[in-house]
């Protein structure tokens, strides 16, 4: 019998592509992928890397397909928006080797900015998906992804969700099949997308969708259960698991390849069961095209496009009643904060004095937009901190933005932030962009990137100096500060606000999580200097605390010692002790 | 008949590797298991929930409302939050400690006053100390074993699997003070 192991739908993913034969990935960190190219790495067999942005590493993997080997890009749904430019023409030039994007989606937004539905990219860009619902189908749906992408001669998307990413079940491991480089052989016709060759690739594209969705009755990760006549739903993904919960009788008709999807199949199942749901996770995707085709079914009246759903939630609609017994009690929420010492926190805290907005971005350091700093006003995207308040200054001048800055990171500001500044330097800009410096990708769980001198298989590379970047680009002022001088981060950001040169402050300090770091103090508060005035707490430091007498207390095994919370004590109560 | 559990906890507290010893233990047990985790900006310093679900055969990978059989939870605040989560004779084991959230330290709501006595009037609740009994034993870090063991009980399995499952789970130099953890708060009074 073969191993089983549990296993992390991610790592699923990525021992599929390893059984696969997958000789190339790229990747860039994003929640709900990331995990797939950390465990993919481990892989000798596997050439795996980090790229800048989710574009590069889609072309990365274009590349690799083109080339003859079968190759895999990972990215989060937003990722997918950055990558689509490719996407969309990699679904005209077909593959050569088989090529697999493997894109989570995040209903329930855990750690996201939007909740958008690959699926839809995946019709628009007529693109197959498969979309698993366990760990096993993980590892499996990626290996059929290979053959479909080979013998359809297309790109394939696997769509996973949160809840299938992040969470682990039973997977039976093979070993790894190697397969043959294809020989390349020039064809200008397939891969040359200038109008004359692409015109003759957009039927190809229609026809190969065609073809594929008559074949599709007979795909083995379609499943048609009858049991029940009387009740049946149309699923897929993670929800499939939600039905089985709660109607383990009822008929169902689980789609593995959820686009296209098979209009016999639909045919078929409508056709014996007499209530047919379509239960699927955000947009109608699968409801919408059984409806076009005349189907009576019942779906999205029912079941909301929001959120992850869940088998209470399915309780609800049938039967108006789920399994709760008490009431859920009332219970202050507790929101992710800036973890204690958290460099982020030091620099916002003086944005904060200032009464400075900042133009924000994606990272942990959208947590400053929260209470007590509240001092993020925007976050859009990737990269956008840098170009909007670019567009500020443009739509109503410099004066307005005196009070502004962008505030991005490391690894954001490499991904898609350099282009703005780029356009900054270019369209004569004033502004000030802060890059926050803490030497990793630090929401998604610290992975490398072009600037920490390290690559995904941790081998050690070139670091790209981010303040020489900006000078060569020719930012006129560049400015390197430790995020904990905060006198001298007063200093540097009020003069530049109120300047006319476009000025980029680099504030450093590695992420308090990253590994190998020493804390060998801590901070305490003497109670006896302690007046209560509260100013050291508008930091927003989880390892403080009040105490019974109102004075502020320090959680000894919470504090990082660093000392933050002293510059705001005008008492000097606070003082730092070694552990 | 599958057996749900649910740890609770702030991120950070190593609710995460609670979760995969739980597992990994039902694994060896021969049951079919599922594990639904919490990885990404809910983790800094949130509300986090982690759940075991394991049995003949699992289908969906999280416990929901009126499910839990055992809720384990790392904090007070935590533990009142989720409890409306468990059977009607679902165990409540709490690691009685508090950590102010933020909306609490900025003074916007109330840290609510005695937590456990009040669960109790509804639910089976067992409370230990965990942070005291680490701290005890000099390493803060292995309160997770603590209050796993404390709880064990109540999920199952004899206490050799559980030692063997969190030997081969933590760091290899933390075997020995995590196995006497995790016989402290199993050997501890409930």
Known sequence: MAKKTIMLGNEAIARGAFEAGVKLSSAYPGTPSTEISEYLAKYDEVYTEWAPNEKVAAEVAIGASVSGVRSLACMKHVGLNVASDPLYTFSYTGVGGGSVFVVADDPGLASSQNEQDTRMIARASHVPVLEPSDSQEAKDFVKYGYELSEAYDTPVILRTTTKLAHSQSAVELCDRVEVADKEYARNVQKYVMMPASAIGRHLVVEDREKRMAEDAADFPVNKMEINDKKIGFITCGIAYQYVKEVCPNASVLKFGLVNPISKKLVEDFVSQVETVYVFEELEPVIEEQVRAWGFAVKGKELFTRQGEYSANMLRRVLFGADEAVFEKQEAPARPPILCPGCPHRSVFSVLNKLKIHASGDIGCYTLGAVAPLGVIDTTICMGASISALHGMEKARGKEFIKNWVAVIGDSTFLHTGINSLINMVYNKATGTVMILDNRTTGMTGHQEHAATGKTLKGEETYAINLADLCRAVGVPNVIEISSFDVKGLEKVITESVNGDTLTVIIAKAPCVLLKGQKFPNVCAVNPDACKKCGACMKIGCPAMTRGEDGKVKIDATMCNGCGLCKNYCKFNAIETLER | ?190
């Open chain 2, 1 to 190: 008949m599958t057996k749900n559990i649910m740890i609770v906890g702030v991120g950070g507290q190593g609710t995460l590797l609670t979760s995969r010893i739980i597992g990994k233990a039902a694994m060896e047990m021969g049951f079919d298991v599922k594990i639904s985790e919490v990885h990404g900006m809910a983790q800094r310093g949130g509300s986090v929930v982690t759940f075991v679900r394991f049995g003949e055969a699992v289908n969906e990978p999280v416990v929901e409302e009126g499910q839990a059989d055992v809720i384990i939870a790392f904090e007070r605040l935590e533990a009142l939050r989720y409890a409306h989560f468990l059977k009607k004779d679902g165990v409540l084991v709490v690691n009685d400690c508090r950590i102010d959230p933020m909306t609490v330290v900025i003074g916007a709501k109330q840290y609510p006053e005695n937590i456990i006595e009040g669960l109790k009037k509804e639910h089976a609740v067992y409370a230990i100390d965990g942070q005291k009994i680490a701290l005890d034993l000099g390493n803060s870090k292995v309160l997770n074993s603590v209050v796993l063991g404390y709880a064990a009980g109540f999920i199952g399995f004899d206490k050799d699997v559980w030692l063997q499952t969190v030997s081969s789970t933590v760091p290899a130099k933390t075997i020995e003070i995590n196995q006497k953890a995790f016989a402290c708060g199993y050997d501890a009074e409930h």
